[in-house]
């Protein structure tokens, strides 16, 4: 079964982000480092953990956003 590649159209948002992230302080990377070992059992590097960690919070900034009133007011509940 061969897989099917996912356009980047369908990763389009109706809004833009702002994704920039400040670089993580070294007791933040630390602590990374320190969760990662224990839920992957593998040590990365610091430049390894400050990219993952960037990139943790960009996907928090793309998920965690509260719904435009636009968007809840044409949302249908359901019956």
Avoid: T
């Avoid at 990763?11 to 994704?19: E, K, V």
Wanted: net charge positive; hydrophobic share 35%.
């Amino acid at each position: 079964m061969s897989k099917k590649s996912i356009s980047p159209s369908f990763f389009r948002l109706p809004f833009s982000l702002n994704l920039k992230v400040m670089a993580l302080s070294k007791e933040a990377i630390e602590e990374f480092k320190k969760i990662y070992l224990e839920e992957f059992k593998e040590e990365i590097s610091d430049a390894k953990a400050q990219e993952l960690g960037e990139n943790l919070i960009s996907l928090f900034k793309i998920i965690y956003r509260p719904i435009p009133p636009k968007e809840r007011d044409n949302k249908q509940e359901p019956s």
